[in-house]
């Protein structure tokens, strides 16, 4: 019966993960053309690539085994078929961490502390290459906890060379393995700090981190990406900045409690601190991580679970007194489950925009075709956005801007982007720098200087609008 409340929670993950592919208008779009272009190729590209303004500008890919995932992905079972495909890989990460510390005699609160993570993941489950990333993570956690003295240890570094070119996350392998260490230290001493076994994992791990296309400047990228970051992206602001946006509050919420439930769990186990280094220095260094970014959720929300597992087992909570609590979760589970499927869920989320099914939104495949069919030519000024969207469905034209802040020059967005949308006479210069013949315009898009341009050029009589609709407009020069 104690394996009931595992499935139960792994159930509720595998719901929540087949959802609405919320990042069609996004990233995944450009993911899957640079994985055509690297798979049909074979070379990693090192610029820029799809913008006309900065086709050169050096960029470090380092998600580029992601994206022929996604592009074969694609090819062979469609964008509907990722969504299955990711959400059994998300299933499979949460299970390895869920259980990397699950036992039998305590499996029901440690459901509890697996509902907490399954929520405050879900801010992050949709099909993007950081979903590698959680798998890889899941692999560290059940090993170095469950199984760390077995031939399992070694797989660790052919992980980590996988981690590595898959997605901008791979410093957590070596920083899971040096937590782990460090833990091994507090409790063998010199013994642990001068095991053979470890130094060699250790420098297996190492010399995999530097096994990609960039060497040593691709291991040490997660140092420096923030070196020439000029736009400010939705997933990198923390969720206290964001409550002010009215962001869906759930997930934010959650990872408050799940950040409680860690330090009220250290708190009654104190005495075996030293036993619990590793578990400590995980779980604070990704709630910090997670404070400061709501794209590292899910960091937190795996490695929380074999913390707080631990050490509600080392405490002792008693097998006999889990039966209200077991009776309690599974009812819950298949409240939340029904509503997840039926569509309740996401509303009261404040997520209207995703739900339950293998959902792939068709809106600006219309302004696309209209585009085309109209034989509009650029070059083309579109927002930050769209402008992913526009290399995969738009190849033909090369876009004014697109989604990687860091493939572009700082200065692009503070001295040209934001001024061209700011003010008449910076459009007017940069629009003959570069010649633009026509706008493709995200309207969602809630940035002031977005709402202020919108007003702007649509009274602006050089200009006229031929598409407006599916939260898309399309303005083209006028002729004399």
Request: hydrophobic share 50%.
């Amino acid at each position: 019966m104690p394996l009931a409340g595992f499935a139960a929670v792994i159930a509720v993950v595998f719901l929540l993960s087949i959802h609405t592919l919320t990042s069609v208008y996004q990233d995944i779009g450009r993911h899957i053309r640079l994985g055509e272009l690297i798979w049909h190729t074979h070379r990693v590209p090192g610029t820029n690539l799809f913008s006309y303004t900065a086709p050169n500008f050096p960029f470090i890919d380092h998600h580029w085994l992601s994206e022929v995932l996604l592009y074969l992905g694609d090819s062979v079972v469609g964008l509907a078929g990722l969504i299955a495909i990711k959400a059994v890989l998300v299933v499979v990460a949460f299970g390895l961490a869920f259980a990397a510390a699950w036992r039998k005699a305590f499996a029901w609160p440690a459901a509890v502390i697996g509902l907490v993570a399954a929520v405050i993941l879900i801010e992050r489950t949709d099909v993007r290459p950081e979903i590698l990333s959680y798998l890889f993570l899941g692999w560290f956690l059940f090993v170095l906890y469950r199984y760390p003295r077995s031939r399992l240890i070694a797989t660790l570094p052919l992980v980590q060379l996988l981690w590595v070119n898959a997605h901008i996350y791979f410093f957590m392998g070596p920083l899971v393995f040096l937590a782990w260490w460090a833990g091994d230290i507090a409790i063998r001493g010199k013994t642990a700090l001068t095991d053979r076994t470890t130094w060699l994992l250790a420098a297996g791990i190492a010399v995999a981190t530097l096994l990609n296309p960039h060497g040593l400047t691709g291991a040490l990228y997660p140092l420096q990406v923030f070196n020439n970051y000029g736009y400010s992206v939705m997933e990198n602001q923390s969720p206290r900045f964001l409550r002010a946006l009215n962001y869906p509050a759930l997930t934010t919420g959650m990872l408050y409690v799940g950040i409680v439930l860690v330090v009220v769990s250290f708190v009654p186990n104190w005495r075996r601190i030293r036993h619990n280094v590793f578990g400590l220095i995980i779980a604070v260094s990704t709630a910090v991580f997670a404070l400061l970014m709501i794209r590292n959720f899910g960091l937190f929300a795996l490695c929380m679970m074999p913390v707080a597992i631990t050490n509600v087992s080392e405490i002792g909570y008693h097998a006999r007194s889990q039966w209200p609590m077991k009776w309690l979760i599974l009812v819950w589970c298949a409240l939340f489950g029904a509503a997840i499927v039926g569509g309740q869920f996401y509303g009261q989320y404040g997520a209207p925009y995703r739900q339950f099914g293998f959902i792939v939104p068709t809106g600006y495949d219309e302004p696309v075709a209209f585009y085309r069919a109209a034989h509009i030519h650029g070059p083309i000024f579109n927002n930050f956005d769209i402008g992913s969207y526009l290399i995969w469905k738009l190849p033909e034209e090369p876009v004014f801007v697109d989604g990687r802040p860091e493939a572009y020059p700082a200065s692009f967005f503070t001295d040209v982007y934001i001024p061209m949308q700011q003010s008449a006479a910076a459009w007017d210069k940069y629009s003959k720098q570069y010649g633009i013949n026509a706008i493709f315009w995200d309207t969602a898009d809630i940035t002031p200087w977005s709402q202020a341009f919108v007003d702007r050029i649509t009274k602006d009589p050089k200009w006229s609008v031929v598409y407006d609709a599916n939260s898309v407009m399309i303005l083209v020069r006028k002729t004399r």
